[in-house]
T-cell receptor, first 114, second 118 residues
Framework: AQSVTQLGSHVSVSEGALVLLRCNYSSSVPPYLFWYVQYPNQGLQLLLKYTTGATLVKGINGFEAEFKKSETSFHLTKPSAHMSDAAEYFCAVSDQGRSFKTIFGAGTRLFVKA | GAVVSQHPSRVICKSGTSVKIECRSLDFQATTMFWYRQFPKQSLMLMAT?????????EQGVEKDKFLINHASLTLSTLTVTSAHPEDSSFYIC??????????????FGEGSRLTVL
């Protein structure tokens, strides 16, 4: 079984500050890991993903995440927050088996202060 | 990226009526689509996996007679909420994979449908 834990349901940063959203996962098989962003009343948009290869992955809008197998983590970072980054962020894990089900974390709402 | 379109984006209905939500993959074929339900300020709960040409696979605790899923073509899956009640009010989101674009598990999401049952 797979699971995802996002630490902190709310994170508040000042504009220009570092953004760090934490995600830990549990998986009995090598996982595919994802970060999605959701704006109010909209579907989800992929920010970035890790499947294989380089453990530091870069995504859209300046976000990046590092897969750390030893820590079972996939934290999302951005060096400098922008007001437009305010949204809900979901970490997700998918197996590589037949079902390819995707399990989502509880989400972290990012607030950006001017 | 691949485009998934969901319709309607908002629907209000009376208690006891049925509501159909459509999910279409616009520029790719999706043999598998997923239906999620999202409660306010909560995460996405997988309801069912919709397979083209076969019966949907429902997650534990999801009433398949309540939430009818049909995946009649490679580009269309529908979710029908039957005999809707106020507790069915929620944000429903569909998603699909695009195997033709590399099978790395990424999901493409529709815009979501907000159902309000009066």
């Amino acid at each position: 079984a797979q699971s995802v834990t996002q630490l902190g349901s709310h994170v508040s940063v000042s504009e220009g500050a570092l953004v760090l959203l934490r995600c830990n996962y549990s998986s009995s098989v090598p996982p595919y890991l994802f970060w999605y962003v959701q704006y109010p009343n909209q579907g989800l948009q992929l920010l970035l993903k890790y499947t294989t290869g380089a453990t530091l992955v870069k995504g859209i809008n300046g976000f990046e995440a590092e897969f750390k197998k030893s820590e079972t983590s996939f934290h999302l970072t951005k060096p400098s927050a922008h007001m437009s980054d305010a949204a809900e962020y979901f970490c997700a894990v998918s197996d590589q088996g037949r079902s390819f089900k995707t399990i989502f974390g509880a989400g972290t709402r990012l607030f950006v202060k001017a | 990226g691949a485009v998934v379109s969901q319709h309607p984006s908002r629907v209000i209905c009376k208690s006891g009526t049925s509501v159909k939500i459509e999910c279409r993959s616009l520029d790719f074929q999706a043999t598998t689509m997923f239906w999620y339900r999202q409660f306010p300020k909560q995460s996405l709960m997988l309801m069912a996996t919709s397979n083209e040409g076969s019966k949907a696979t429902y997650e534990q605790g999801v009433e398949k007679d309540k939430f009818l899923i049909n995946h009649a073509s490679l580009t269309l899956s529908t979710l029908t909420v039957t005999s809707a009640h106020p507790e069915d009010s929620s944000f429903y989101i569909c998603s699909a994979r695009a195997p033709s674009r590399g099978y790395t598990g990424e999901l493409f999401f529709g815009e979501g449908s907000r159902l309000t049952v009066l």
